[in-house]
């Protein structure tokens, strides 16, 4: 016996992978128990699962004031996420001078748009005891980051997790937004499902390096929004280049064109790409977005290029 069916065994019963149980009995005899349903049998069944998780599902409700919500979301952390996230805002504001623009950190674990925006302290509580976000920049921003200590580990389990996602998605007065970027923690557990079950979205922008990992995590991604009647407006492909500062030579680090053979996988188009350049990350670092502080160097523009093709393929707000 193999070390998995070891682990499958519960109560005497053995599951195998095609679907049936072996039941042993005494040493030398086993019977094999598989149930074989009919199409109408299985296409009953399908129904009945339907309405019974249709029922636990919460009614999705819009954040008051804002027209839409795109989400900024990858399967594996460390691709850029958050960075294109905050790059994506000011670049939607710059492009449009007059949309009004929000930032949502849901990275409860690890929230870095503090850090990247510049902002620190405790939000103000409205009259309604709402709390009013932090602006810079031009952009409305709440985080989980500035409710706590910039160095304090945030050591939940899900249910608080869970309770802090529903403070930052219902108890934030955001006035009046034209659109407000959610930056998505990696990954596909349970912030991901609330928020997309909680709230209508408009659109989820996924964001991997070209490296095969990265990858193979962003495709479960794509396909988890899918399954959640999220439309994905497509895939930007980060740190897709690095080109050498002195000798202008062009390295594929992580690998040439990844994201746009998953894209033609999954059916989608590539925003765009962004390379793997010192400006970027010197500019996150420093809390001054490269799309606010260079605007007319090649890697901003790459970023604004995203806004554009990002908002031609969201759907009309709502009236």
Not at 180 to 188: A, E, H, K, N, S
Not at 221 to 244: D, I, T, W, Y
Not at 278 to 294: H, Y
Request: charged letters at 20%; a positive charge.
């Amino acid at each position: 016996m193999g070390t998995w069916q070891r682990l499958l065994r519960f109560g005497g019963v053995v599951l195998r992978p095609d679907g049936g149980a072996t039941a042993p009995l005494g040493r030398s005899r086993a019977l094999v128990c598989r149930r074989q349903l009919s199409g109408a049998e299985s296409e009953t069944l399908k129904q009945r699962r339907t309405q019974i998780m249709s029922r636990g599902l919460p009614k999705q409700k819009p954040i008051e004031g804002v027209k839409q919500v795109i989400v900024v979301a990858s399967g594996k952390g460390g691709v850029g996420k958050s960075t294109t996230a905050v790059n994506l805002a000011l670049a939607l504001a710059a492009n449009d001078s007059s949309k009004a623009i929000g930032l949502l950190d849901v990275d409860v674990y690890g929230p870095s748009i503090p850090k990247m925006m510049n902002l620190k302290g405790n939000p103000e509580l409205s009259q309604s005891n709402l709390m009013r976000p932090l602006l810079n920049y031009g952009i409305a921003c709440m985080s989980m980051g500035f409710l706590i200590e910039e160095t304090a580990p945030v050591v939940w389990r899900g249910l608080m997790v869970m309770s802090a996602i529903e403070k930052l998605l219902r108890q934030v007065d955001w006035g009046q937004l034209d659109y407000l970027i959610v930056d998505m923690p990696p990954g596909t557990g349970d912030v991901q499902l609330s928020v997309s079950q909680n709230i209508p979205i408009s659109g989820a922008v996924i964001v991997s390096t070209p490296q095969d990992i990265a990858l193979m995590d962003a495709h479960k991604g794509a396909e988890m929004f899918r399954k959640v009647h999220v439309p994905v407006l497509g895939l930007v492909q980060n740190m897709s280049v690095f080109q050498c500062p002195k000798c202008k030579h062009k390295t594929h680090i992580f690998g040439a064109d990844g994201a746009r053979k998953l894209a033609r996988t999954l059916g989608l188009d590539v925003l765009g790409d962004i390379p793997l350049h010192l400006n970027i990350r010197e500019a996150s670092d420093t809390g001054q977005p490269i799309v606010f502080s260079q605007p007319e160097s090649d890697e901003a523009k790459a970023y604004l290029r995203i806004a554009v093709e990002v908002v031609r393929r969201l759907p009309p707000p709502p009236e």
